[in-house]
């Protein structure tokens, strides 16, 4: 097992680390000579089934849900395609008005948890078409599917999704602009430009682990100072929001910590009178057209003492005065900001795990796919 984790301690820290690559494997063949190759969507539109699409709703559970809940912002916003994105144990039991004219999503990992393969049987046989976003090749989801895009991110052993969580975003924004471009949303101009920044995002990764690694980092003497947490906050907007959630699971998970995620708007309609100085809040404040008005909550909570955790672009000297703690990430595109966000926080979780001494690979009461209901 230690030849396993590759001179790792876990196999989540490795795993973690393994996300440049995982990345780039997302990517590869699929970005070429600055355009977008997607063979698999392109086999399904020739065979009709994305014509008459009205509507698309995304089925999964868990990280995978977050990786959902980014699709909405994301194909909404490239391909003006209405998107919902629902857990697959609501979805299943909501007698879901679906058809031939709703694209269905599902997206899993493991391409075996119950709750997703049934509700997505449902859909297929009110005749939508569906498409999988997968890492596990021939799991029982990709056969229930008309497309399957596979995050090829290499095995995931640590129960908690860091890797496939980054790779699930990467593919699924490319179907997003896969769906733009059909659509006729996005131009070879507007294109390249998203493709370029989606090649860089590995290096960009990479910086952020590689100051982690480093003399300099900042993150593991953070985590240790709130090892005795008994309470923390995400707070996000846009395309912050699914990461403050997904910062809130990985914590939760692998430290037991109870950890929160919140739209950063929803703060002062009641959690907010949950802060006080013992239950720090982490907003999640990159470069984004919500900027100001995630800062303006940062303010707010600020002004009651809790201490304040952000994440924030490289060069962002004005969050400094509103920051007890600062996690920077490079400069990406608002979009795909949760794909470098999502890191300092699971390294946050897993240095704060290993403070608590818990079982970061295998934690309590989770199983690494869920196969029953
Ligand atoms: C993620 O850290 C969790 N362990 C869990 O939420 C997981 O994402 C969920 O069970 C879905 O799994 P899947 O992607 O294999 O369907």
Redesign the pocket.
């Known amino acids: 097992e230690a030849a396993e984790k590759g001179g790792y301690p876990h196999f989540v820290i490795k795993e973690i680390n393994e996300q440049p690559d995982a990345l780039r494997r997302a990517l590869t063949g699929r970005i070429r000579d600055g355009q977008l190759h997607l063979p698999e969507m392109e086999r399904i539109e020739h065979a009709g089934l994305l014509n008459g699409i009205q509507r698309i709703i995304v089925v999964?559970?868990?990280?995978?849900?977050h990786v959902g809940m980014l699709a909405k912002y994301a194909i909404e916003k490239w391909a003006r395609i209405p998107v919902e994105a629902i857990t697959a144990a609501e979805f299943r039991y909501s007698d879901p008005i679906v058809g031939p004219e709703t694209l269905c999503i599902a997206?899993?990992?493991?391409?075996?948890?119950a709750d997703?393969l049934v509700g997505i049987r449902q859909a297929r046989e009110h005749g939508a078409p569906v498409i999988a976003i997968t890492n596990i090749v021939s799991s029982a989801i990709t056969r229930l599917a008309d497309a399957v895009l596979y995050l090829q991110a290499g095995p995931e052993i640590g129960?908690?999704?860091t890797k496939?969580?980054v790779s699930s975003v990467a593919v699924l924004y490319l179907l997003g602009l896969y769906l733009g471009q059909e659509r006729g949303r996005i131009n070879p101009e507007q294109m390249q430009e998203f493709l370029e920044a989606l090649e860089i995002l590995p290096e960009q990764i990479q910086q952020i682990l590689d100051h982690a690694n480093s003399e300099h980092d900042t993150i593991e003497p953070l985590a240790r100072r709130m090892a005795d947490l008994k309470s923390i906050m995400f707070i996000g907007r846009g395309v912050g929001y699914p990461t403050a959630l997904e910062g809130a699971?990985?914590l939760k998970?692998i430290s037991y910590i109870h950890a929160e995620g919140f739209p950063a708007g929803e703060l002062k309609h009641g959690s907010i009178a949950l802060l006080d100085p013992e239950t720090p809040l982490v907003g999640i404040a990159t470069a984004s057209h919500v900027y100001e008005k995630v800062l303006s909550n940062i303010q707010e909570v600020r002004a009651r003492d809790a201490h304040v955790i952000v994440v924030a672009t490289a060069g962002d000297e004005r969050i400094k005065q509103h920051a007890n703690d600062i996690m920077y990430v490079p400069a990406t595109l608002e979009m795909f900001s949760p794909l470098l966000a999502s890191v300092p926080l699971q390294l946050f979780a897993y240095h704060v795990a290993v403070a608590r001494n818990c079982n970061v690979d295998q934690p309590r009461n989770?199983a690494?796919?869920?196969t029953v209901e």
């Open positions: 999964a559970c868990g990280t995978s849900y997206i899993t990992q493991s391409g075996e948890t997703t129960v908690v999704a496939s969580f699971l990985k998970e989770l690494k796919s869920v």
